[in-house]
């Protein structure tokens, strides 16, 4: 499983710090700690976040800078992260592959903005790329994919899209399924992901694709004492569906448990609850499954 660390991301405050001064030697700092944990890839998102307001032009008169910056501290290839086709055309042009191979553009989605221009970015870069999988194409437009079968067709047209407009292989493509915190889902959507990636695993015509999930998102919410393990258990899961890529923090060592700990089957089975039954909605199942989460991240004292 391929770690793309994360840390370079105003979500954090080392981050936030390194942005707030345009610290080159900050983000120096936070490339060369995660180089050093053993990372694949090295995320580089520079959005805004509740702490701190980003604006784009900021972004893209610091990436001439920043990019080379974080080149000379690391060998380890970049993946930037990003809705903006500008932001990309600028950080893929400063972007020396010769030193770190091919990078990844991070994402394409049904509802972004110059899509052609994005995946031509792609082609022309000759890059790896995250499509997600939680958007569907609806009459010319994105939209929320529903259930699993709308995110498979719409990684069915990513597909097409990556391998006719910009010569990808299925090997160079990564699917985002999709991963909500699973302490308040209950519409599904952690299972609509899981499923999305048994479809994908089942199709012929997709063997050698990527999967990869934002971690950080899926425990967002329980208590500490849990989170951790809870992580790495859904990790053991998606792991079996074809997961190979996590979008995490490598300073938390994610990784999947042994497939027989306990922590595995009870969150399997905490899942199991949120399918509906005969006769009942999906809110209906949605509460009784984040009833077993509640359950199973309880604390004995």
Known sequence: MKIIGELINNSYARARRAWRDRSLEGYRNLVKLQSK????????????????????????????????????????????????????????EHYDRSKSGAPILN???????????????????????????????????GAQSLNSRDS???????????????????????????????????YGLVNIGLDTMRLIQEDPDLKGIHCSVGLSNFAWGVPKEIRHDLECAYLTL????????????????????????????ELHNALEQGRCREGE?????????????????????
């Open 37 to 92: 944990l053993g990372v694949d890839y090295l995320t580089v998102n520079l959005d805004g976040t509740q702490n701190v307001t980003v604006k784009l032009h900021e972004m893209l008169d610091f990436l001439p800078d920043l990019v080379p910056a974080i080149q000379e501290a690391t060998s380890v290839p970049l993946a930037f992260d990003n809705p903006s086709v500008d932001f990309h055309r600028i950080a893929l």
């Open 107 to 141: 994402s394409l989605a049904a509802s972004r903005e110059k899509l052609d221009e994005m995946i031509g970015l792609v082609r022309d870069h000759d890059t790896l790329v995250i499509v997600m999988a939680s958007e569907k194409f609806e009459d010319g437009r």
């Open 152 to 186: 498979y067709d719409a990684v069915k047209q990513f597909v097409d899209l990556l391998v006719g407009k910009a010569n990808r292989s299925i090997d160079q493509i990564i699917v985002d399924p999709g991963l909500a915190p699973v302490g308040a889902d209950t």
């Open 238 to 265: 998606a792991e079996a569906l074809g997961l190979d890529f996590v979008l995490g923090n490598p300073e938390k060592n994610p990784r999947p448990l042994d497939s027989n700990h306990p922590l595995v089957k």
């Open 281 to 301: 909605s999906q809110e209906d199942a949605g509460f009784r499954q984040a009833e077993a989460i509640l359950e199973l991240c309880r604390i004995d004292d």
